[in-house]
Nanobody, 123 residues
């Protein structure tokens, strides 16, 4: 069964850091892209970052550039999202999702979705 599983969310103070993990089972990452999305209360889900695992190319939303870093560990079949300098507006449920080959702006093109992990940034 193909299933991405997120972990690493929690409560953090503004300016703090978290590292989210997306562990994938049922397929290897070699030919997939993994995207991170988030959905804040009352808002639409938005793309945050993506990595094309085949060639390592990465993408970031303007709102997180310079603060978030996406990376991969092929041996562990896991993608990470390091989040630094967190702000209250980063509060959301974070999802990882997989699609074939390269990253895409089309959320609908991501086939496999995790259940999400809550990130709350608050003092």
């Amino acid at each position: 069964q193909v299933q991405p599983v997120e972990s690493g969310g929690g409560l953090v103070q503004p300016g703090g850091s978290l590292r989210l993990s997306c562990a994938v089972s049922g397929f290897t990452l070699d030919y997939y892209a993994i995207g991170w999305f988030r959905q804040a209360p009352g808002k639409e889900r938005e793309g945050v970052s993506c990595i094309s695992v085949s060639d390592g190319s990465t993408y970031y939303a303007d709102s997180v550039k310079g603060r978030f870093t996406i990376s991969k560990d092929n041996a562990k079949n896991t993608v990470f999202l390091r989040m630094n300098s967190l702000k209250p507006e980063d509060t959301a449920v974070y999802y990882c999702a997989a699609r074939s080959f390269r990253c895409s702006d089309s959320e609908r093109s991501y086939i496999y979705w995790g259940q999400g992990t809550q990130v709350t940034v608050s003092s």
